[in-house]
Each structure stands twice: as structure tokens, then as C-alpha cells.
């Protein structure tokens, strides 16, 4: 039986100030007991946050592969522990795209998060060139493949199938390309980890609002949520956060 797993992505978004959003939404995570919880913030806010809302489960977006060294600008694994992160996201399609992010790179970023004592949410993800040439499954289970750290398990490791074409632009993929998907990654995990891969959870993301998650939440294989722009107002967030406890 999974948990399932609502998380936010504040992107590069926030402040000081709007991080009083927390407040209601670990206010909505209590009144959901049976589901768990997070935010992943600006690198600038976990300490802040987690000043704040001690006991909530705050994280980082991303954290470098190497644990320390000669990388200005980059924040390491122990940086954003220290900080009071207790997860952090690897592998997101803008960091994959913008950074250039290659399958080894995240890989190595999640075992290295995992050695700083942190739990990772590890994405995944097609373009819509990719979906239109019927290559999405392959492709989504090969970077899960290349990018799957050593020694994972459901107790410090989640997916998240984020179709790239469906991150802030208000398409989501229909019930059946969900499902399949969903359960293609669950078919590729157990590949790869024998009876452990059942336990692992997938997460969805990619324009998840209040409206779509009620459906999405409750296709096969789909453990929770990873959410971008609906993340940051309490105002839009806890109703993802009621869907997913019903
Ligand atoms: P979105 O972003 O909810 O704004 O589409 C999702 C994500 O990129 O994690």
C-alpha cells in the first residue's frame, strides 16, 4: 500500500514574505493524515521555511553531484541537509534542458543526496516530439534506467513522470496515457528492483491544479503529485492536497 505523496516546486519563485503560504498548507497536510506532504523551495528559503513550519517536510530542487569543491554558484547536498532540507528533486526537465543535465549526472546527484541523508523525488519525462513519434514509453523508461541510483528504494526515493509538453502549459495527458505510463514505469522498476520496485512511488506533474487532480490522483500507478505554478498559493495547493486524501 502506497502513501501518496503530494509534493510543490516552487521553481524560482518565493520570498520571505510568501513563504506564509506554508502555514496553511501544513495546516491542510494535518488535516490529510493519511497522505504525506512537502515543498521543494528556493535553495534561499529552506532555512527560513523550516524555521517557520518545524516538523513539515521542506526541500531542495536540486543539489550538485559532488559533495564539495570548485563549482561557484552550486549548492551541495550537505549545504541544503544542514539547511534543514529533508529531500530534494533531481533530474527536472528544466534543469535537464537548461543545465544540460545528462541521465549520469542525475544519477550521481541522487546517490549523492541520498549520502547526505536526504530522500529523493527523481523526474522523468518525454517532449511532445518524442510523444507524437509513439517513443515516449521507451524513452521515459531509459532515462529511469541511466538515471536510477544505486541501491533505491521506496524509503528515500519517488519518480515523478513529468511530460514536458504538460509542465506549465495546462495540457495533462488523458486517463489513458496516464495509466499507461504510469504503468509502464511501474513495469521498468521492477525490472530493475525485483518485488522493491512495487513499493517505490511514481508521482505525476504537469499542470496539476485543483480541478485535474481529483482524476489524476486516482488512475492506477499514480501516487501523488509533483506541482509547479499551483503550488504557490495555499489558495490553489490545498486542494490538491483534499484530492489527494480522498
Ligand atoms: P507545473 O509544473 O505544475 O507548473 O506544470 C510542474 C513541475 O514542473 O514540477
New binding site residues.
Partial sequence: MRRKLVVG?W?MNGSLATIAELDAIAAAAGRAPGIDVAVAMPATLIAPAVARMPGFAIGAQDVHQDKSGAHTGCVSADMVREAGAAFTIVG???RRTDQHETDADVKAKAETARGAGLSVILCVGETLTQRDAGEAERVVTDQLAASLPAGAAADWLAI?Y?PIW????GRVPGEADAAAMHGAIRAALCGLLGEAGAAVRILY????TGENAGLLLHIEDVDGA??????LTAAKFVPIVEAAQR
Fill in positions: 516546486n521553481k527536472h526537465s528544466e515523478a513529468e504538460a509542465i506549465g502549459t506533474g504537469g499542470s496539476v509533483l506541482v509547479g505554478g499551483a503550488s
